[in-house]
């Protein structure tokens, strides 16, 4: 079956750390770019992180520079999102998205159900 | 950075109507990087339309994308139940960034 499936959300306060994992099963991970979006609650969505295939291009959100880290296994077929310095502004449910191979453009066609990041003392 | 202005916040419509939502760059946007969503409580976003005109796989023929430029439109001809929900316009623009639009929920009357 082919799906994402995120985990490693929770409570932390602000300052702290925490890293999000993102399982993917059902297709050649290796083979496609993966990014990270948050949605705030009852907010719209917001890209915080891309990373590509091999891991050698990254990109992230003015909002994360420099506080959160993207990166990716593909012999786990696991992406990662290690996030440090968190802000009350950061909670959100975070999901991992794929974009398409072989995409002109930069959208997403798979998505995992997310999990949910609260910053709170 | 494009930011993208979805109207209406809000629409209001019965079964069988016809939908049409707006998506409004703040510059010119390819129409090659403009897609939309659909996503419903508690769910996460699925992808609708690509490219503003393509659709993608499994999405029914009444969701319909059109436009170029700064204007852009997800039309839904018919709406059936599980159509209402809330839909995102998304670009890609240089930098690289990637945005999204407030949403646009389409509620029952």
């Known amino acids: 079956q082919v799906q994402l499936v995120e985990s490693g959300g929770g409570l932390v306060k602000p300052g702290g750390s925490l890293r999000l994992s993102c399982a993917a099963s059902?297709?050649?991970?290796?083979?496609?770019?993966m990014s990270w979006i948050r949605q705030a609650p009852g907010k719209g969505l917001e890209w915080v992180s891309y990373?590509?295939?091999?891991?050698?291009?990254?990109y992230y959100a003015d909002s994360v520079k420099g506080r959160f880290t993207i990166s990716r296994d593909n012999a786990k077929n696991s992406l990662y999102l290690q996030m440090n310095s968190l802000r009350a502004e950061d909670t959100a449910v975070y999901y991992c998205?794929?974009?398409?191979?072989?995409?002109?453009?930069?959208?997403?066609?798979?998505w995992g159900r997310g999990t949910l990041v609260t910053v709170s003392s | 950075e494009i930011v993208l202005t979805q109207s209406p916040g809000t629409l209001s419509l019965s079964p069988g109507e016809r939908a049409t939502l707006s998506c409004r760059a703040s510059?010119?946007?390819?129409?090659?990087?403009l897609a939309w969503y659909q996503q419903k409580p508690g769910q996460a976003p699925r992808l609708l339309i690509y490219?503003?005109?393509s659709r993608a796989t499994g999405i029914p023929d009444r969701f319909s994308g059109s436009g170029s430029g700064t204007d852009f439109t997800l039309t839904i001809s018919r709406l059936e139940p599980e159509d209402f929900a809330v839909y995102y316009c998304?670009?890609?623009?240089?930098?690289?960034?990637?945005?999204f639009g407030g949403g646009t929920k389409v509620e029952i009357k």
């Open positions: 998304q670009q890609y623009g240089s930098s690289p960034k990637l945005t």
């Open positions: 510059q010119s946007v390819s129409s090659s990087y």
């Open positions: 998205a794929r974009e398409p191979k072989g995409a002109v453009g930069w959208y997403f066609d798979l």
């Open positions: 990373i590509s295939s091999s891991g050698s291009t990254i």
């Open positions: 490219g503003a005109s």
């Open positions: 059902g297709f050649t991970f290796s083979d496609y770019y």
